[in-house]
């Protein structure tokens, strides 16, 4: 996120909680900005690393978040899933912000409106859920809730539009349009695993392959992070206990807890003649 508003142009701050953190964030924004460099000036080392120290540049690391923000327009928040620890960060911030600075989060399954529950703007409380990786994704969701007064959405999609994001809006419903579609989809591959019906190679290959997707729903949960997937069902599961779709499988608890996604290869029949009824393609 950091990366996409600074090779924007805007000047960005990146709070971490400690400087250990900070330094990891700044290094993999590094070699992400060198791998964006490398296709943008290919054969131009001097093109490559200007535009490496440029975008750097503009981004600023803090560990004091008290101090950074009273001279910013926008916040982003993107820390741990937790209501607790997100609503400690925004009740701190909200009266040392300036007025007009607007909030948003980048929740990927919690409520906005929770969320922005403790704060005394909630009219200029909102959601900007980016997609991982966030320098390749194109979407960019942005959240209204029943009190989003309509300048802080303009503004917040005029900030999206202005770092190169396709932008949807979507209500404040669990896990917007993508994470609602998401979710279900990995868990319910989980169940086909679970069920023995494929393998999980096949499963992605099927997906893949049948369906186009760049990755297969058990590679892209454990890219997600399965405990991300986890984290979000579990929560999900908590508050509407009637759906569904948000029942977390037993082989999700086992998978998160053992780290694992892969299953072994089967062994394969060799078909030498075919013959083929019908069809005609
Ligand atoms: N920074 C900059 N560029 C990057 C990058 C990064 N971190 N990661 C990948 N790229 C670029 C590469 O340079 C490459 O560019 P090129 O094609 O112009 O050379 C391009 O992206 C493709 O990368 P690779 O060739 O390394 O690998 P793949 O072709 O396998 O693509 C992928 C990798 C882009 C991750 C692709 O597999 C993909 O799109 N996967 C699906 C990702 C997805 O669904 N994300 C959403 C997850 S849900 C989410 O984030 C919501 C949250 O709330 C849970």
């Not at 912000?97 to 909630?122: C, D, G, M, W, Y």
Request: glycine share 8%; aromatic share 6%.
């Amino acid at each position: 996120m950091s990366q996409v508003a600074a090779t924007s142009g805007y000047n960005v701050t990146l709070v971490e909680v400690n400087s250990g953190l900070l330094e990891n964030a700044q290094k993999n924004i590094k070699k992400s900005l060198e791998r964006v460099a490398k296709k943008q000036f290919k054969d131009n080392d001097a093109g490559q690393k200007k535009f490496v120290d440029e975008v750097s540049q503009r981004i600023i690391g803090s560990v004091d978040v008290k101090s950074t923000i009273k001279s910013t327009d926008l916040v982003i928040e993107a820390i741990i899933e937790n209501i607790k620890i997100k609503h400690e960060l925004f009740s701190s911030i909200d009266s040392l912000a300036p007025a007009h600075t607007i909030f948003a989060s980048n929740t990927s399954s919690l409520s906005i409106a929770e969320i922005a529950s403790v704060t005394q703007r909630k009219d200029r409380f909102g959601g900007l859920h980016f997609f991982n990786p966030v320098p390749v994704m194109k979407l960019l969701e942005i959240i209204r809730t029943a009190d989003t007064s309509e300048q802080t959405y303009n503004a917040m999609k005029s900030f999206g539009e202005s770092i190169g994001k396709a932008c949807i809006t979507c209500k404040d419903t669990p896990g917007f349009v993508v994470n609602r579609l998401l979710v279900p989809y990995m868990a319910e591959a989980v169940r086909l695993l679970e069920r023995g019906d494929a393998s999980a190679r096949d499963i992605d290959t099927a997906m893949k392959l049948g369906a186009g997707y760049p990755m297969g729903p058990l590679e892209l949960a454990d890219y997600v992070g399965l405990d991300t997937t986890h984290h979000i069902l579990k929560g999900w599961n908590e508050k509407f206990p009637d759906e569904p779709l948000f029942k977390v499988n037993p082989m999700l608890e086992k998978l998160v807890s053992e780290g694992k996604t892969k299953m072994s290869k089967e062994g394969s029949l060799s078909v030498k003649n075919v013959t083929i009824f019908g069809g005609g393609q």
